[in-house]
C-alpha cells in the first residue's frame, strides 16, 4: 500500500515549485538523537521537561539545565545527518524553492546541505544573555563546567533555544508562515504536531490550498489534516521518494 502511496506523493513533488519541509524530532532520530515523546528512549522519559527546558527551572537549578543542554550538545556534535537529512537536502536540486522549517534545535538539516533552514525553536549550538536577549559566544570550557558562564552584564549565558512559555523566535516565524502559505506542498517529517505554534503550520498550508503529506512511522494529531500518510522512517520513506520522483541517488553531503 505504501508503494502506490509513494507512487502519489512521488507525482505531487514532480509538479511543485515551492515546497516546505516541516521537521521534528523523528527527523533526527535515526542520527542517535531522541525524540522527545517516545515513552521509552524520548527525552521526556528521563527528564521533567518543567525542570530542565522552562525560565523557572533555570532560575531554580541553571547548573543542571546546563549540564543537559551540553549533554545534549555533545550528542549533536557527534552525530551525523541521516538519509533523510540527505534526501530532503537532495530535494533541492529538483524543486525551485525548498525551506526547512524545523522544530529540532541540532544542526544537522544544514550539515546535509539543505541551505534555507527556519529554526522554530532555536539552536543549541549557539547562546545568548539570559537578561539581555543577544547572542554570545562561549568562552573556553564552558560546556565542561558545571554552571553557565556570565556574560560581561553579570547575568548568565543560556543556550538560544524556545523554552515552554516562550515566544518562537518572530523573523523566522514570519518566514514560517509566509512559505506556507506560498507553497504548493508540505512534506511533514517525524513531529507528534502537538506544540503549539509549530504545529499549526500544516493548517495554514491547507487553508491556502496547498498539500500536506506526512512521514512517520505512527499516526499522529496531524494525520487528519495530511493529504497522504506514508508510514514508515524518515531515512528509508524519504531517499526511496526523492529516488521515484527524480529517478537519481538521494545523494547528499556531510558538509
Ligand atoms: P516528538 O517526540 O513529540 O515526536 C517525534 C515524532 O517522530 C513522533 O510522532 C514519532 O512517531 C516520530 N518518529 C520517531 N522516529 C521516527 C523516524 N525514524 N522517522 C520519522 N518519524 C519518526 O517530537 P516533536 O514533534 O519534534 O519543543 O516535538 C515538538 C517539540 O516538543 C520539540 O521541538 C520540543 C518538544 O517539547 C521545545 O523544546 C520547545
Known sequence: MNEE??????????????LVV?????????????????????????YDPSELATRSGFFRDPGLVWRWYAW????????????????????????????????????LHQRAG??????LHGSLLQYKCFEEDAPRL???????????????????????????GEAVPREAWRQALECCQ?????????????????????YVVKGYGGKVIEVNPEETDLTQVSDL????????ILPRLVEIAFDGRPGGEDR
Open 138 to 164: 562561549l568562552p573556553e570550557g564552558a560546556l565542561e563546567a558545571d554552571k553557565p558562564p556570565r556574560c560581561t552584564c553579570g547575568a548568565p549565558l543560556r543556550p538560544d533555544v524556545v523554552w515552554f
Open 22 to 46: 516541516f521537521t521534528g524530532a523523528g527527523a533526527s532520530a535515526e542520527s542517535g538523537i531522541p525524540t522527545f515523546r517516545d515513552a521509552r528512549t524520548g527525552l521526556w522519559a528521563r
Open 72 to 107: 545534549r550538545r555533545r550528542l549533536v556534535e557527534e552525530a551525523s545527518p541521516n538519509p533523510g537529512h540527505q534526501a530532503i537536502a537532495a530535494l533541492e536540486r529538483h524543486i525551485g524553492q525548498v525551506t526547512v522549517i524545523t522544530q529540532n534545535i541540532d544542526d
Open 182 to 202: 506560498e507553497c504548493e506542498l508540505m512534506l511533514v517529517v517525524g513531529t507528534s504536531g502537538v506544540v503549539q505554534p509549530a504545529a499549526s503550520l500544516p
Open 114 to 119: 539543505s541551505r534555507e533552514v527556519l529554526h
Open 5 to 18: 502511496r509513494l507512487r502519489q506523493a512521488a507525482h505531487h513533488l514532480l509538479e511543485v515549485e515551492r
Open 229 to 236: 500518510f506514508l508510514a514508515g522512517r524518515a531515512g528509508e
